[in-house]
């Protein structure tokens, strides 16, 4: 291993961008179908990897949402959350900020309770045991109708201590932010922060739209915002980040090759970006993964490491106090160099 594989690997960093629906391994789907009684149309977790061969972003949505179908009680979604942050430790994540669909669920039945209760016991006690700290971040699916994101919100307010924010994932092409303004308009007078997917597949304007008008304090993935110049110009000196996620993108055919991809000049350039796994058991590789693969592709240098993994902390929902401890860790580890 060389001394950068090594930094990677060690370095404390935190994750802001995965969708804990994300990390279902094939094996605990066929776990949780076994427990559930689900047939799944699947033989073996071999057959399910081999059916992750993507062409789009709505080509594995159809199989996510088809997967996340396994997932029934409060257990489940404890098991699914306390495995990613196994995974997480393992990676030397110090701090995640996590996605959850609560519609996926709901509209399957599945109540909103159940989903956040797994999710939030499994947080807390990465907290005590495993030295993780975490936030939740609950995000609307954009192809159904913002009527739709109102009822969830709703659902959702009794559960506000435990959420940090509300994001917007799912579909993008023909779901702009505009369609969710009121119900973020409303999230945001409840105090919740907002984030949203935008520029991922779809235009920079969606990215414009997802700051002017949800107030997105960050953008999830965002790499096409170099399609507009006076953007990557606010961007950049406003510090806005970009939660990329590299291995996702080359899955789901957004570059054609890790080679292809604009993260290092969007590094160059001095934006704010940090690196994410996004559904880390669909695209082949959790965090250190898609820090490896960008490594692999261009040669990053141990001030690129240092820049991405402070980058990660300066992005997180953590308060000043935290911020500057995870900072003064990441030194600590870059001094023993
Ligand atoms: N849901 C899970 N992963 C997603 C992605 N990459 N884009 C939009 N919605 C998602
Ligand atoms: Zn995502």
């Not at 080509?59 to 699914?80: K, P």
């Not at 570059?255 to 991809?261: N, P």
Request: aromatic share 10%; net charge negative.
């Amino acid at each position: 291993m060389d001394h950068i594989e090594k930094l990677i690997r060690d370095i404390p960093k935190a994750e802001l961008h995965c969708h804990i629906e994300g990390t279902l391994e094939p094996e605990l789907m066929f776990e949780l179908a076994s427990r559930n009684k689900i047939k799944l149309p699947f033989a073996n977790p071999d057959e399910i990897r081999r059916a992750y061969a993507f062409t789009n972003l709505q080509s594995f949505l159809d199989i996510y949402y088809q997967g996340a179908d396994v997932l029934r009680t409060e257990q489940d979604f404890y098991d699914l959350t306390w495995a990613y942050l196994n995974r997480a430790r393992e990676d030397n994540i110090c701090h995640t900020e996590i996605f959850f669909d609560p519609q996926t669920h709901t509209q399957r039945n599945i109540s909103f309770a159940t989903a956040l209760n797994g999710i939030h016991h499994a947080l807390e006690d990465a907290r005590k045991k495993l030295n993780i700290s975490s936030h939740l971040i609950l995000c609307f699916l954009r192809h159904l109708s913002e009527e739709d994101a109102f009822t969830v919100f709703k659902q959702a307010l009794p559960f506000k201590e435990k959420i940090i924010a509300v994001g917007l994932d799912s579909g993008e092409a023909g779901n702009p932010p505009e369609k969710f303004k009121r119900v973020f308009d409303a999230a945001r007078s409840e105090g919740f922060l907002t984030v949203a997917h935008a520029g991922e597949e779809g235009p920079a304007n969606y990215i414009w739209q997802a700051l002017e008008l949800l107030e997105a304090s960050r953008i999830d993935h965002g790499v096409r915002c170099t399609e507009d110049e006076a953007l990557v110009t606010l961007l950049k000196e406003k510090q806005i980040p970009l939660t990329v996620c590299p291995l996702s993108n080359i899955k789901l055919c957004v570059f054609k090759t890790m080679h292809d991809h604009n993260i290092k000049k969007l590094l160059e350039k001095g934006l704010c970006i940090t690196i994410n796994s996004d559904d880390p058991a669909y695209f082949g590789g959790y965090i250190t993964e898609n820090y490896l693969a960008c490594h692999r592709a261009f040669k990053l240098t141990t001030d690129d490491i240092v820049q991405l993994a402070k980058n990660s902390i300066n992005a997180s929902f953590l308060d000043n106090e935290q911020k500057t401890t995870y900072l003064n860790r990441i030194n600590q580890v870059v001094n023993t160099l």
